[in-house]
């Protein structure tokens, strides 16, 4: 199909008439995120073939397809929008996947007045998806003529301009990943992005996510976070090139790992962000003198308005020579990027951090440089193209349907204002503010707020943001009470006046009363002092109502989490997810420093205080590059956990000196992962026992996760041989059940209350207490108040849970009575579902209110 100056004639594959792609309803399209093309009203119902090519994609609803030409152009086909949810009714592919087909085929058949009557919209797209691999797409003219007229013409780079079409082709085979589910609670937003788009750019290949049939360069935090992925999707890497199999490999497992996030923590947050978007509408609650909002964070406080002010960066029109606007540009980025390093090492909360880190992936993002660059080289000065570089990417942000990704747009806007200023040479000074005030704002930015003096805050108050936004994040981690969405008279409230913020109940008073101060000033009171008590008696050991004692520890990745998790009241580490140290680096740590991890570790909890270490637990759904394991059609039944190690002794011997030589003198606990039976452990126990005789120490305690059904059904074997059990429910629910933890549709039936899971704990509790073992849980479900109870009627005596659920944790075990919860426990292992164990905890949890 190409012409003599070897452009590829795109014929159009319906009759019908040309629609810009701004034209269409949906910002994937309209904004060309999907690819460059063009859209047309159709009105012929069979589509045919616009170029000659592979069928790379049929999509399972049968209403899109990708072909690639020859010369390496991926073409998208699209019918209509929002066209997937009619489940392939109405459509009849014509060609399969992996099929050559030629220019004027008939690919798909499709009853185009069902669908006209069913979909939003009839417009179909043509699309070419590898946008990098064109220079430009010039649009025909006239009234289209499905198979005789051409649509588009594509002018692929030259040699001269950038790596030819046939470029990736020629540079080696296309790879496409097996489909990788994901596990990140609130999908690839900008903190797990900014990781996999900097792991992306290590690798000297063309690297893309593939969703659905959002496509998105990964490289880019931008395109990354614009795929809208939630959790539970399907995302596929493809990558091109000698570094492919190996970009393939180490990004599927990051992104098996969560991309850096800690996973149960971020599904926590989620929780907590539901819970407080699901208030009724402010409207609903209007009276004279308040002003309501949406809680960003619970609590009350009285103080004097403070308005936040900020002056807008002032931007020079007047642009140089190019190349002197380039370079104004990578100054300022620089200058930047230095500061946002010296905020982040200054921040001493995960919060601030978190928030630092990701607007410092934003900075390195190409599609935003690529952009500015396009801008200079249009004549436009360094501050105006970027901008209008920035604007661009957040508005692609803003258009997406997920609030947590519209809400990144604020990030983007924050750190390229902090970038402008920069190139104006003004410096982005923290205000000063009054003490005890009431901060009133249009929003905070980001930055604004990891900066913030919150010594001098004691409330927040901004029209903008969200439950979900930073504002709302920081003030949860700090106990901030803090109010968003609020009504827009709050930003006329006079400096300096007294206000009552209730932000437990949605609500500013503006002028409150002598009555309501009052009132109000108790209520403080009394909040100061059930949470002071709470967390005195998070510092204290736990103890049930009825005197028994019941550990209550943490789930931890390394040394920062441990202090965290010690400041949060945990009396130990019941579970180090030693993988942490393995995942997302080309070789495995040698023996020096895992020690070092180790010991850091140990250090912070001292002698004392028990230290649970998980062994390697990786391999079948989570592999590491840089060890071979075989493709398996079932990861999550292959190689896995424990079964890896003993399949490569010479990495599990590594990792066993180094904590027997980095945390042998704390009080060590080694954990052994997916044991399915008692050779495993026997197995395990000689390897140790052998490298604790060769260092001339002790071996320490040597304990069994339950995850596996086998392991629980013969508990009592491995409890005469196992020093400790720890259930891990995540796992053994998913056994037990038969559903994929990660499996977004079955997410709600995957209940580690069921039943079947409780009568597993139970057997693996009472052969525990048959030997003299101690039996804890460390995974999702200890964390839950509800399950508590049940845990401990079943004979659990120890609690694994993420930092922030310690307090609450040790609260809820503090109000039950041993005996209690034993009577509840059986009456639960007589119910037949999961739904009728949770109504009963919930009537148990009612009449035990703490
Ligand atoms: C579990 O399976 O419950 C567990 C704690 O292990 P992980 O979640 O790390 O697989
Ligand atoms: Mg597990």
């Not at 399907?234 to 790992?257: D, F, H, K, N, Y």
Request: hydrophobic fraction near 45%; include cysteine.
């Amino acid at each position: 199909m190409a012409d003599s100056t070897s452009a590829v004639a795109v014929l159009a594959p319906l009759s019908g008439i040309r629609v810009a792609l701004e034209r269409v309803p949906d910002p994937v399209f309209a904004q060309r995120i999907v690819g460059d093309g063009c859209s047309l009203d159709p009105v012929s119902g069979t589509l045919l073939a616009p170029i000659d090519g592979r069928v790379v994609q049929l999509h399972g609803s049968r209403h899109a397809l990708t072909l690639r030409s020859p010369a390496g152009i991926d073409l998208l086909l699209h019918i209509g929008v929002d066209t997937v949810g009619l489940r392939g009714e109405g459509f009849e592919a014509l060609v399969a996947e992996g099929e050559e087909v030629r220019a004027g085929q008939p690919l798909i058949r499709f009853d185009i007045d069902g669908v006209a009557q069913r979909a939003r919209s009839l417009l179909t797209q043509v699309l070419v998806a590898n946008v990098d691999a064109i220079e430009r797409i010039e649009l025909g003219r006239g009234a289209l003529e499905a198979g005789g007229s051409v649509l588009f013409r594509v002018f692929p780079k030259s040699a001269s301009t950038g790596a030819p079409v046939g470029g990736d082709a020629a540079a080696g085979e296309l790879l496409v990943s097996d489909p990788l589910p994901l596990p990140n609670p609130a999908g690839l937003h900008a903190r797990p992005a900014a990781v996999l788009a900097e792991r992306a750019r290590a690798f000297d290949c063309p690297i893309f996510l593939l969703l659905g049939e959002r496509r998105g360069n990964a490289r880019s935090v931008v395109e990354i976070m614009a795929l809208g992925s939630r959790q539970g999707d399907a995302l596929r890497i493809e990558a091109r090139g000698p570094a492919a199999t190996s970009a393939i490999e180490t990004l599927s497992a990051l992104i098996r790992q969560g991309c850096g996030e800690d996973l149960e923590a971020a599904a926590a947050q989620l929780a907590a962000m539901t819970a407080a978007a699901s208030q009724p509408a402010a409207s609903s609650r209007r009276e004279p003198g308040v002003l309501v909002g949406v809680t960003a964070s619970p609590g009350m406080a009285l103080g004097a308005v403070a308005r936040w002010r900020r002056a807008a960066p002032r931007i020079v029109d007047q642009a140089g020579a190019p190349e002197a606007e380039r370079e104004k540009l990578t100054k300022a980025l620089d200058e930047v990027r230095r500061r946002l390093a010296r905020l982040g090492s200054a921040a001493h909360d995960a919060a601030r951090s978190g928030v630092l880190g990701a607007q410092q992936g934003m900075l390195d993002d190409p599609g935003l440089a690529e952009k500015a660059e396009e801008g200079i080289a249009a004549g436009l000065s360094a501050g105006r193209a970027w901008q209008a570089a920035v604007e661009k990417q957040a508005g692609v942000l803003e258009a997406l349907d997920n609030p947590l990704m519209r809400e990144r747009a604020a990030d983007l806007r924050d750190v390229g204002a902090a970038v402008l200023r920069a190139f104006s040479g003004e410096v982005e000074q923290p205000a000063e503010l009054p003490e005890g005030c009431i901060l009133v704002a249009e929003d905070l930015t980001p930055s604004e707020t990891a900066q913030l003096d919150v010594s001098r805050v004691r409330g927040l108050c901004t029209t903008g943001g969200g439950p979900t936004g930073h504002v709302a994040i920081l003030a949860r981690s700090l106990g901030l009470p803090a109010l968003c969405g609020v009504d827009a008279g709050v930003l006329d409230l006079p400096e300096g006046s007294e206000v009552l913020l209730d932000a437990s109940a949605g609500r500013l008073l503006s002028a409150p009363d002598d009555g309501q101060r009052e009132a109000a000033r108790a209520a403080i009171e009394r909040a100061r002092q059930r949470q002071a008590s709470m967390q005195a008696a998070a510092a204290r050991p736990a103890h049930s109502r009825c005197g028994a004692r019941i550990l209550v520890v943490a789930n931890v990745r390394h040394a920062g989490d441990a202090r965290e998790a010690l400041a949060a009241g945990a009396e130990g580490v019941g579970l180090l997810r030693s993988e942490f140290l393995f995942d997302a680096r080309d070789s495995a740590p040698d023996e020096a420093e895992q020690a070092a991890a180790y010991a850091e570790v140990a250090e912070a909890l001292g002698p004392q205080r028990p230290l649970v270490i998980r062994t390697l637990d990786v391999g079948g759904d989570k592999p590491l590059p840089y060890l071979p394991l075989p493709r398996e059609d079932n990861p999550f039944l292959g190689l896995r956990g424990i079964r890896v190690s003993l399949a490569h002794p010479e990495l599990f011997r590594v990792q066993l000196r180094a904590l027997l030589r980095g945390a042998g003198q704390g009080d060590l606990h080694l954990m052994l992962p997916m044991v399915a039976g008692v050779e495993e452990l026997r197995e395990a126990r000689t390897l140790l026992q052998r490298e604790a005789d060769a260092l001339g120490v002790a071996a320490p305690k040597l304990g069994v996760m339950i995850e596996v059904p086998s392991a629980a059904l013969t508990a009592d074997a491995l409890a005469a041989e196992a020093d400790f059990f720890s259930i891990g429910s995540n796992d053994l629910t998913q056994y037990t059940l038969a559903m994929d933890r990660g499996h977004a549709r079955l997410a709600a039936q995957a209940d580690a209350l069921h039943p079947a899971v409780l009568r597993l704990v139970g057997m693996t509790a009472e052969a525990g207490s048959r030997h003299g073992r101690w039996v804890g849980v460390c995974g999702a479900i200890a964390a839950d108040p509800l399950a508590v109870p049940a845990l401990l009627g079943l004979g659990v005596t120890e609690l694994s849970v993420p930092a922030p659920a310690v307090a609450a944790t040790k609260a809820t075990v503090a109000a039950q009575s041993l005996e209690d919860c034993r009577a509840l426990a059986a009456e639960l292992l007589r119910l037949g579902t999961a739904a009728e164990v949770r109504a009963r905890l919930a009537d148990w949890e009612a009449a035990h209110a703490m």
